[in-house]
């Protein structure tokens, strides 16, 4: 996979990150119930919806390069499965998806 090719999915993935923190916000400001998110997979027509608390999700989004994905949702070019649940996976962004990830993080001080 080609630099181009990664940026272009790291601006996909944080896109889809940059929509899940608005949900996170709106839908569950106490943090009590579950709240469906996108699947920040590295598929930018992918359409399959995640359940997670807010704990679950505020664990994902405590690394910048890490993204809650569906099960099997892996691009292994770009990222490694760092976690494993039954109805999402956590993955940590490597290289220049990595690099992308971590320079837009929304909750980042930079």
């Known amino acids: 996979m080609d630099s181009e090719e990664q940026v ?5 993935e944080a896109m889809f990150r940059d ?3 608005t949900v996170a916000f709106v839908e569950s400001p106490s943090g009590a119930e579950r709240i469906t ?3 920040e997979c590295a598929d930018e027509f992918c359409g399959e919806n995640l359940s997670l608390s807010r704990s679950e999700y505020e664990r994902v989004r ?6 809650a994905v569906a099960p ?5 070019e770009i990222e490694r ?3 494993r649940h039954p109805h999402y ?6 290289g220049k998806a990595g690099e992308i990830a971590e ?3 929304p909750r980042s001080d930079g």
């Open 72 to 76: 099997d949702h892996t691009a292994p």
């Open 103 to 105: 320079e837009t993080d």
């Open 62 to 67: 405590a690394v910048a390069d890490h993204f």
């Open 8 to 12: 272009r999915i790291g601006e996909s």
């Open 37 to 39: 998110f996108l699947c």
């Open 81 to 83: 499965v760092v976690e």
């Open 89 to 94: 996976w956590v993955v940590e962004k490597l």
């Open 19 to 21: 929509v899940n923190e």
